[in-house]
């Protein structure tokens, strides 16, 4: 009996709490609400041509305008749009942009954005046709199979539009800018040279040894061997080396000192045979140059690297000059060199090769040295003001780099932006 008399007791306690509880639960939510989430509540994907039917298509652009694109060669057409009214709502997952020939269609996709875009360019145009343009938005939704589809808004057509080319960028005026500013500095420096003002050039330790060089082979009675690198006349570093022939020859004229020129290139061979034939007729030789002096050897890389090598060690010349551009047999030829104790002046363009050059030779022309060397060595007025001119050019670039950065670091401005061309 006491036992039942609980049992009742506590049945009649609970059936008393669970109302209070509940009343007191939906009390404190009313007097305190909970803070609203920060996350996006997703519908529930469509899964069934009922759900299918219960979706309302999103609205179309309000507007849509079509230009051809600026600033370029043609065959590109700009399209812009205001965003559908629907994105606010969450029921725009993109656009659709679709052309045609003809305002009644068929039109077909030529592209699409993600919601939130406005503008699109159509790069696949032909200038000679004219297009009209569509821009449908949509949604997407989860077919009955589990496939994704789309429902797009209904818009009118907008054109006729057609695409074509123009005379200039403006985006690339700041480009025209510089340019014309080193244009003009080339022009003033060529002009000051040629009225024999003095023109500053940074001393060149490489080409400042030519002379002494050349004067220590004949003072030993040895030859110079001269070797103009492995590429073709087509090859910027082939002709500075050339250039650079016609001086060394001429003090090996002068010095009636031997300089030999072996070659990989038949073009290369007659180009630096007509340079030294010049250069023996300005020290008043003439007579003296023999076309056996440049003489070919073979245009297999390692072929001619071990013709030169063998050369070298059999004659042992006391000054060795390499011009031109090099690979990896710079370092052959270069140690080959440096075992017979001569000279050796070296310049290439080849960046991954200049640390050979340095290690094994006495003087190394680094880079664009090699370039210069034909105007430091001639001092002739227009590759002297062609030089400064360029300088210069490299000084205002060096100065807009600097003055971007400090800007750019402040969160001023950007110069880059200026530059920047779509």
Not at 205 to 216: H, Q
Not at 252 to 271: G, I, N
Not at 299 to 325: K, L, N
Not at 332 to 361: D, H, K, R, Y
Request: with cysteine; aromatic share 10%.
């Amino acid at each position: 009996m006491i036992l039942q008399k609980s049992n009742y007791q506590l049945a009649d306690f609970n059936k008393l709490t669970f109302p209070i509880l509940a009343s007191f639960l939906l009390f404190s939510s009313s007097i305190f609400p909970q803070a609203p989430s920060n996350q996006t509540i997703q519908t529930a994907p469509v899964n069934s041509v009922t759900d299918t039917a219960a979706i309302i298509p999103p609205q179309p652009p309000a507007s849509v305008i079509v230009k051809d694109h600026p600033f370029d060669r043609g065959g590109a057409i700009s399209i812009s749009w205001e965003k559908s009214p629907d994105e606010v709502n969450d029921k725009v997952t993109g656009y659709l942009i679709m052309r045609s020939e003809n305002q009644n269609g068929p039109f077909e996709v030529v592209g699409d954005a993600v919601r939130g875009s406005n503008s699109f360019t159509d790069n696949q145009t032909k200038d000679e046709l004219h297009y009209f343009y569509k821009v449908d938005a949509f949604i997407e939704y989860l077919g009955a199979n589990g496939e994704k589809a789309r429902i797009t808004s209904v818009s009118l057509p907008t054109g006729p539009v057609n695409s074509s080319p123009q005379w200039f960028n403006a985006d690339r005026k700041w480009v025209l800018l510089f340019l014309g500013f080193v244009a003009a500095s080339i022009i003033y420096f060529i002009e000051r040279a040629k009225q024999g003002k003095s023109l500053y050039v940074r001393k060149i330790a490489g080409i400042d040894a030519v002379d002494e060089a050349v004067g220590r082979a004949t003072e030993m009675g040895k030859k110079i061997f001269f070797v103009p690198g492995i590429q073709d006349m087509n090859d910027v570093q082939t002709i500075a080396g050339i250039a650079i022939l016609g001086r060394v020859a001429q003090l090996a004229a002068e010095y009636d000192t031997w300089l030999e020129v072996p070659v990989s290139r038949s073009m290369v061979m007659v180009t630096a045979r007509e340079s030294m034939k010049e250069a023996y007729s300005k020290a008043g030789r003439p007579d003296s140059f023999r076309e056996a002096q440049v003489h070919y050897l073979t245009e297999d890389q390692f072929g001619y690297a071990a013709a030169v090598s063998g050369m070298i060690v059999r004659e042992r010349p006391a000054t060795v000059f390499y011009m031109g551009a090099f690979f990896a047999e710079s370092l052959i030829l270069s140690e080959t060199g440096n075992s017979t104790g001569a000279i050796q002046i070296a310049g290439t363009g080849q960046q991954a090769q200049l640390p050979f050059f340095v290690a094994a030779c006495d003087y190394t022309l680094i880079g664009e040295e090699l370039f210069a060397a034909s105007a430091y060595l001639s001092r002739e007025p227009r590759q002297l003001g062609s030089l400064k001119g360029q300088d210069m050019g490299k000084a205002l670039f060096l100065v807009a780099i600097i003055v971007g950065v400090i800007l750019a670091t402040a969160h001023i401005f950007d110069l880059s932006t200026i530059f920047k061309v779509e």
